[in-house]
């Protein structure tokens, strides 16, 4: 497996305020700024970068840590903020980048469609959202070129991934955000793999977070070569793909999912642990007492 990542992350002036990253990062996507291989440039008010793929969880926590370093340097005097969603200033929404979106069409792995939500809502809403993409790939392997799989793939990410994140997120501005963005089913197919879509940025916020990310990315990918995905859905072939989840109630775990609803991800972690390595169920743990500690201490 490789796995990289584009995040998205809002710029605050000393008021707290918004600002159109454009203003300050220069750099679009087609002429980024490039440093220790990590590329950082504006994207519509956002500012995003990207780490190149990585092999192994060392080299892909090195390369966010050096990707948030670098941003907060060149976002200075400006504060780069994890938030999930704001309520962008209609000044600031008045500049021409402030209604661009990605080219590249998102797809529900459910429904098998291309969401069109988001382009519209970018036109009409004075809401942004941040991102906290993957990109993962087979390397050595041809489990993710497969188009059949890669849905199941989608499928399995939100069972142990997509609901991990809910149980240890604690950003509120998150249920604005999976109004549109970020819901249960959310990626991108790529010729390498697919881009998940459903995390925002705040995973990259501590070391600790991004291993996790990366450890459950790891997980789920090693055992979709072992066909994991056996034990809940079957897949059927005809005139049309069709797939069907026996294993568990998938309708649930888009309701945590898309409505950030902890109480139910915390239950149904219990569910997910019984398919997990001790040592990653652990680390699941520790993330959620960082999470809780950071959340009663206001940070």
């Given at each position: 497996m490789q796995i990289g990542s584009d995040v998205e992350c809002?710029?605050?002036?000393?008021?707290?305020?918004?600002?159109?990253?454009?203003?300050?990062?220069?750099?679009?996507?087609?002429?980024?700024?490039?440093?220790?291989?990590?590329?950082?440039?504006?994207?519509?008010?956002?500012a995003e970068f990207n780490i190149p793929p990585c092999n192994n969880a060392r080299e892909f926590i090195t390369?966010?840590?050096?990707?948030?370093?670098?941003?907060?340097?060149l976002a200075s005097p400006y504060k780069v903020d994890l938030t999930a969603a704001a309520i962008i200033e209609q000044s600031v929404l008045q500049d021409?980048?402030?209604?661009?979106?990605?080219?590249?069409?998102?797809?529900?792995?459910y429904t098998l469609m291309i969401n069109?939500?988001?382009?519209?809502?970018?036109?009409?809403?004075?809401?942004?959202?941040?991102?906290?993409?993957l990109h993962i790939g087979?390397?050595?392997?041809?489990?993710?070129?497969?188009?059949?799989?890669?849905?199941?793939?989608?499928?399995?990410?939100?069972?142990?991934?997509?609901?991990?994140?809910?149980?240890?997120?604690n950003d509120?501005?998150?249920?604005?955000?999976?109004?549109?963005?970020?819901?249960?089913?959310?990626?991108?197919?790529?010729?390498?793999?697919?881009?998940?879509?459903?995390?925002?940025?705040?995973?990259?916020?501590?070391?600790?977070?991004?291993?996790?990310?990366?450890?459950?990315?790891?997980?789920?990918?090693n055992e979709m070569i072992e066909k994991i995905w056996e034990k809940f859905w079957t897949v059927t072939i005809g005139d049309k793909i069709s797939y069907n989840c026996f294993g568990y109630d998938v309708n649930i775990i888009k309701d945590a999912i898309n409505n950030c609803n902890k109480f139910e991800a915390d239950r149904l972690l219990g569910f997910i642990f019984n398919f997990m390595p001790n040592d990653l169920v652990q680390q699941i743990n520790d993330a959620k007492k960082i999470a809780s500690h950071a959340n009663c201490m206001g940070g």
């Open positions: 809002f710029l605050r002036n000393s008021s707290d305020q918004v600002i159109n990253a454009a203003k300050h990062i220069t750099h679009d996507k087609d002429n980024p700024y490039k440093k220790q291989k990590i590329k950082i440039y504006y994207d519509n008010i956002l390369n966010i840590t050096n990707g948030v370093y670098l941003l907060e340097k021409a980048n402030a209604k661009e979106s990605g080219c590249d069409d998102e797809y529900n792995a069109t939500e988001p382009k519209n809502f970018i036109k009409n809403s004075s809401v942004r959202t941040s991102g906290g993409h087979s390397v050595g392997d041809e489990i993710l070129l497969d188009p059949i799989i890669k849905p199941l793939f989608v499928y399995m990410l939100d069972l142990f991934l997509g609901l991990t994140s809910v149980a240890i997120d509120l501005s998150q249920i604005d955000r999976r109004k549109v963005f970020g819901r249960a089913g959310s990626f991108r197919p790529k010729n390498y793999g697919i881009e998940y879509r459903v995390l925002s940025s705040w995973w990259i916020g501590k070391p600790e977070y991004t291993a996790l990310v990366y450890s459950l990315t790891d997980f789920v990918y």
